[in-house]
């Protein structure tokens, strides 16, 4: 499901609001997320998830092109750990389609 989808999905299941309104509604919540991360900090959506960075050490590459080793550099990866309730619906639905 891509951005717009989602705000479609919810402008049509909310009708008093406008898809302007939802638009502006899953963008803030989507840039809030992407600040927090930003700044180093962990959000957790109790029941769908948790949004943490993991760091990853420098470590020593090859380039697939040349074979020369390379250095790649340490960073920081946004990791998403699913909540147990989000979980359970997929599993449940997992189960269901068997």
Do not use: C, W
């Not at 040349?66 to 619906?89: H, I, N, Q, W």
Request: glycine share 6%; proline share 7%; no cysteine.
């Amino acid at each position: 499901m891509t951005r717009a989808e989602l705000i479609q999905q919810i402008a049509l299941r909310f009708p008093h609001l406008t898809t302007q309104d939802v638009d502006l509604a899953v963008r803030s919540i989507l840039d809030k997320i992407s600040e927090t991360m930003s700044a180093g900090n962990k959000i957790e959506i109790r029941g769908f998830g948790s949004f943490s960075l993991n760091y990853r050490p420098p470590r020593k590459g090859r380039n697939p092109k040349s074979g020369a080793t390379v250095m790649v550099p340490a960073k920081y990866a946004p990791r998403f750990k699913p909540g147990l309730e989000l979980r359970e619906r997929v599993d449940y639905l997992n189960a269901k389609a068997r």
